[in-house]
């Protein structure tokens, strides 16, 4: 099996968001020194939720494994322990959610056009 092959089969792309958007795009905003309200209303709420149900979508309708909705809440838990207050670390379990909901249905959605 080639490279690219094993990375299109670890859903590189996905791995690749995650670490922007969970590890780095944190990670930037406390060194800048973004209020912590702009942190949490700005990217955990707004930014982060729309990418969890982005995320969701994308991946029932590129039909890929299950799984991989879990890595953006791992890679943001592991960014939210490096770079966030204690209580941000719920959202991981939050965005976990939002991705399966958004999963789920847009899966219903379909069926119901069809």
Request: glycine share 10%; with cysteine.
């Amino acid at each position: 099996m080639n490279e690219m092959a094993f990375l299109e089969k670890i859903g590189w792309r996905y791995w690749v968001i995650g670490i922007i958007m969970g590890i780095a795009l944190p990670g930037l905003a406390t060194l800048v020194g973004i209020s912590p309200v702009w942190r949490f209303g700005g990217l955990l709420v707004i930014i982060n939720g729309c990418l969890a149900i982005a995320i969701g979508r994308a991946i029932y309708r590129r039909t890929q494994p299950g799984w991989w909705l879990l890595i953006w809440p791992i890679i943001y838990l592991l960014g939210a322990l490096w770079f966030l207050p204690r209580y941000t670390r719920y959202f991981a379990i939050v965005y976990l959610c939002v991705s399966y909901l958004a999963y789920g249905l847009t899966q219903t959605r379909k069926e119901v056009k069809s």
